[in-house]
């Protein structure tokens, strides 16, 4: 049976902001931590990571998508420099999401209540909206990354709507995951 690693995001369609997020990442690349820097094609917000799913399994994700999840297209406010667990010991460092949070929030919760109507449990965690930039290999040369991130702390980015859900496909390789698009869930109009 052949499985598919999915997940459901929404991706920054903004060739702007994306340019000033590789800029950040790369600017806090150049602390020489030990980094695994996020490809531009591959920054997005992830709403809900599914995992490894039956191919057959994916249809139906996506039909209760479309059947339950109902948005208008709302403004996302890009900005600030974070780190999870937290920026003095960071696993993960991220670019923020202020105006448009609690709307992907409350996007992610419609989201999923479908999963559970196809069969998949909800998600335990707390969603905190945010753009993986890095991740944290180690903790090597932390003083100079703390340095770099602490500079772009309150960086602004830019604003874009959100205006569609996708459905996604992780294919993971040696030189890191590619994403495919199976479904897209847009919005209705207001």
Same mark, same amino acid.
């Given at each position: ?26 600017? #806090?690349?150049? =602390?020489?931590?030990? $980094?695994? !820097? ?8 992830? /709403? @809900? ?70 069969? #998949?449990?909800? =998600?335990?965690?707390? $969603?905190? !909206? ?8 180690? /903790? @090597? ?50």
């Amino acid at each position: 049976m052949s499985l598919v690693r999915t997940f459901i995001a929404v991706d920054v369609e903004s060739s702007e902001i994306l340019g000033k997020l590789a800029r950040v990442r790369d600017y #806090i690349a150049e =602390s020489q931590a030990d $980094l695994k !820097p996020v490809s531009v094609e591959n920054m997005h917000i992830t /709403l @809900r990571f599914i995992g490894e799913v039956p191919l057959a399994k994916v249809q139906e994700i996506c039909e209760a998508l479309h059947k339950s999840v109902k948005f208008k297209p709302f403004t996302m406010r890009i900005e600030g420099i974070g780190a999870f667990p937290n920026i003095h010991r960071p696993r993960v460092i991220w670019a923020g999401v202020t105006a448009g949070a609690l709307e992907l929030i409350k996007l992610a919760k419609e989201v999923d209540e479908a999963l559970r109507k196809a069969g #998949i449990q909800p =998600s335990e965690e707390k $969603l905190t !909206p945010h753009i993986t930039l890095h991740r944290v290999k180690s /903790l @090597r040369n932390a003083p100079s990354l703390l340095k770099q991130i602490d500079s772009v702390v309150n960086e602004f980015f830019g604003e874009v709507t959100v205006d569609k859900v996708k459905v996604k496909r992780s294919i993971l390789t040696s030189s890191g995951p590619m994403y495919n698009d199976l479904c897209v869930i847009k919005a209705v109009e207001r």
